[in-house]
Structure formats: structure tokens, C-alpha cells
């Protein structure tokens, strides 16, 4: 009877849930990139291309630089918003690696007749976007 005494406390302290911390709150970059994906969704070019650097880019993998400079992603998304009023981005998963890179793997609905996916990575600096890198699924 004594001998079971200690195998009922060691399996009491293994059930009990040691506390859990908060979910870290998004930093700063991630935050920006946040506001990035809002503009997105509410169709507002100005207000995305304004989370990009003047001289920000998009650079599609393997390298081929997509658009160049605020004002070139202005345009392009002004554009592509007036062509699919359905598009909306859905992010999987976001994190940030260091204090200038945020990843992201998003899926942009209503432009195809799937979901597009995409894995993001974003480059900050001077709280906005230099670069975003994307690698699209083939």
C-alpha cells in the first residue's frame, strides 16, 4: 500500500498542467506586415503600397524581380483589386526570425478557382516592407 503511495503523487504532478504562458503579442515588423494583409483584404492600394519602402520590391522565386518601388506596387494593385473584387489573403502561419524578417505561408482566395498559395518572406527596415520574396506553390 505505501509502495503506491508515491506512484499516485508522481502521476498527479505528471496530469497537472504547468501554467502557460500569454501568446506572444506581434512585434513591431509583424505588425506591419499585418497592416499590409488588412489593406489587402479591404482592397486598398494606397494603403499598401505606404507599408512598402519607395524603393520596396517584389521579388518572385527564383529571383525575377516582379515590381519595383511603391509607386510601380501602387499602380499593379490598384489595378488588381478594380479586376478581382473577390480576392481575400488568409495567413496560415506568420513569425518572425530576427528583428527584420517576418515569414508567412498565405492563401489568396477568389483570383483563381482554388486557393493560391504562397510562402512569404518579408524584409524590414525603417518600419517598412524592402523586400517581399515569394515563392509560390508549383
Not at 488588381?80 to 502561419?93: I, S
Request: some cysteine; proline content about 7%; charged content about 20%.
Amino acid at each position: 500500500m505505501l509502495r503506491a503511495i508515491p506512484a499516485v503523487l508522481f502521476a498527479t504532478a505528471l496530469s497537472a498542467q504547468a501554467p502557460t504562458a500569454p501568446p506572444a503579442q506581434p512585434s513591431g515588423i509583424e505588425l506591419l506586415v499585418q497592416r499590409q494583409t488588412d489593406a489587402y483584404n479591404a482592397h486598398d492600394a494606397q494603403a499598401y503600397a505606404t507599408c512598402f519602402a519607395p524603393d520596396g520590391q517584389f521579388i518572385r522565386h527564383p529571383g525575377i524581380t516582379a515590381m519595383s518601388g511603391r509607386d510601380e506596387i501602387y499602380k499593379t494593385f490598384a489595378k488588381f483589386f478594380r479586376e478581382h473584387k473577390a480576392a481575400k489573403m488568409r495567413v496560415l502561419y506568420r513569425a518572425q526570425l530576427g528583428p527584420t524578417t517576418v515569414i508567412e505561408h498565405q492563401e489568396v482566395d477568389g483570383i483563381e478557382k482554388t486557393p493560391v498559395a504562397s510562402l512569404v518572406i518579408y524584409s524590414v527596415r525603417g518600419g517598412m516592407i524592402q523586400a517581399a520574396w515569394f515563392v509560390n506553390a508549383e
